[in-house]
């Protein structure tokens, strides 16, 4: 028996792993597009809240949008994206932000924002090719893991940021780039048996991108208290561009941020409502103190730990009555509006703050602003 060249084992090898086609995808925002730069290649991330873990493929950004990127090689496959027949081609994606103003906590959430290029929307896709035996949940998974990577990285990277930039905002929009084949197809819904859950005269499409957009994540990130059923299911909603690797540099090319982001959007209605109204948070000294029972509701709580003296002056700078008091006298003091105040992260954790001197909590309440 002849033994195989093993020249040929190893190009096999390499041609059915997923690394050449990251490569190549890495080599066409280096060598072409001149808005976007590779920032990481194999970056790692770690989700707090979820404690999942893993690898980006690659981040990439250009101006104020982020973009991280999961490479996926499938050989022979075919991913269709249901739509309705009616849909027109949106210019809207649900984007993760981060929002910063000087000397105030950083805001962080999703939002539907106006993007190009504009295309086809869906929440639905049939994924067919090499080694998928559950072709319905594959993309679902990914995208969901993909959401979780997004905030993760979010997080990290507004940390190592020391911008001169008094307020500002970067968006994140993750990205599929595949081999697969991307086609929808197009469905009169009218026309499908309920007897069967079939239909009829199907069309279908082959598209370069699709955004895909559904619930992919089970945790309420929305800074505006939800009213409604739909408002709430709003709130779960991510989008993913799933892109054609051949078509990755086109798209990448179009790829921005509509003007009209500049507008009204969530972050400025939060930050004018904080205008209006007495603040609830406060940076001092590197640390985060806030008094919102609603923005503290579900966190953990860490042993207690004393503040600094100064606290209480830039407190009182900002219109507050700070007051020291034991925690059995806590519900006498909340019954004439002082709030407890607690150092926190506002992802993961909240610590109750004491005075270095009496140990007693540290309270507060407005002198003149309502809560």
Known sequence: MSRKDPRQLIEKEANNSGFLLQLAIEREVRGGRGRWQVVAREHPWSHAETGTSGYLDLVIEADRLTVPVECKRRSGGNWVFIIDSEQDQQDRADCW????????????????????????????????????????????????????????????????????????????????????????????????????????????????????RKALTTRRQSLVQPTSLQQSHADFRRTVAVVSAEHVGAFLDDLRLLPDLWGRQVWQFVRDREAKTAISQLVFEGATYCWSP???????????????????????????????????????????????????DFLNWRQEVLAADSGQLLLLRPKTKPW
Request: one cysteine or more.
């Open 97 to 212: 932000w981060v929002n910063w103003v000087e000397n105030r906590p950083d805001l962080m959430g999703a939002s539907e924002l106006a993007v190009e290029p504009s295309g086809y929307a869906s929440e639905f896709c049939v994924v067919t090719g090499e080694g998928l035996k559950h072709s319905g949940e594959m993309l679902e998974k990914l995208g969901s893991e993909l959401v979780r990577a997004t905030e993760a990285l979010s997080v990290e990277w507004r940390s190592l940021q020391h911008s001169g930039d008094l307020a500002d905002v970067q968006v994140f929009l993750p990205i599929v780039v595949t081999t697969a084949h991307l086609s929808v197809c197009k469905v009169d819904v009218a026309t499908i048996q309920l007897d069967s859950g079939r239909a009829e005269d199907l069309a279908g499409e082959e598209v370069p991108f699709v955004w895909f």
């Open 294 to 344: 609603r923005r503290l509701v579900g966190l953990e709580t860490l042993p207690a730990a004393s503040y600094p003296e100064q606290l209480i002056d830039a407190l009182r700078e900002h219109g507050f009555e700070p007051l020291n008091a034991l925690p059995k006298s806590l519900p006498r003091y909340q019954a004439q509006g002082y709030r407890q105040v607690f150092r926190t």
